[in-house]
């Protein structure tokens, strides 16, 4: 079976899923953090070497102050119990985004965490937090301009590996396969760059009832998919 090397989900639903249950939005992502943990395992067992994780866009800042600092709280609880599993699993942690926005001590628990697992070779996990696809390629660009003013690069035009070089993705290959919970069938400012060939996958199921099951079924679909990044069947099939 064809594993895909990166995994990225857009982790929809919880607000849903926590009204159907007649309860507070908080409490659907609470539900949700535990798909989190679930489905890190799973990634793993299943050699997925990436796996990132859209967790709080740019636009979610524009929600009830109540939900976003919930939101923020959860974080940072979630970065102290679940790194010490992290580290024991040989998951690495990153994130990618405008993280100066973020509270200050969950920063620091952030940056704590990254510390903790950066020698771990096994699974990365890529948390999106103030995160999305048109700050991601603003950021590139301006970093590359200031450069260029700064004399630090020669390069006066922008290709492709440069470009990338500059994206908070540097370095991590681009998704294989989007995986987007809850039914909506839209991208939502995430990837704008990376996702140019990737596979995408839309399930109804929200986020906070998303578990091993639902991620295989995703990685089954992945490998029935044939890839052909604009050539033809009959090239692909000959592995031209
Ligand atoms: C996803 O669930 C979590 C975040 C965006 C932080 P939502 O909170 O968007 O849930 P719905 O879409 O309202 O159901
Ligand atoms: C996308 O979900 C962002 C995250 C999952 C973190 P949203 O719930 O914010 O997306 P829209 O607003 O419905 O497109
Ligand atoms: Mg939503």
Known sequence: M???THVSIIMDG???WAQLHGKERLYGHKAGAESVRMTVRTAAEKGVKYLSLFAFSSENWHRPKTEVDGLMELLAQAVVEETPALVK???RLRYIGALSHLPPHVCALLECSVRETAECTGLTVILALSY???WDILQAINRYT???LANKTDDQVLDIALFESYLSTAGIPPPDLLIRTSGEKRISN???WQLAYTELYFTQTLWPD???EDFIKALDEYAR????FGKTGTQCKNNE
Request: proline letters at 4%; a positive charge.
């Open 2 to 4: 064809t594993t895909p």
């Open 14 to 16: 919880n607000g849903r």
């Open 89 to 91: 699993n040989n998951v």
């Open 132 to 134: 999305s696809g048109t």
């Open 146 to 148: 200031r450069d260029l």
């Open 190 to 192: 995430y990837m704008l």
């Open 210 to 212: 998303f578990r091993s």
């Open 225 to 228: 998919r044939e890839r052909r």
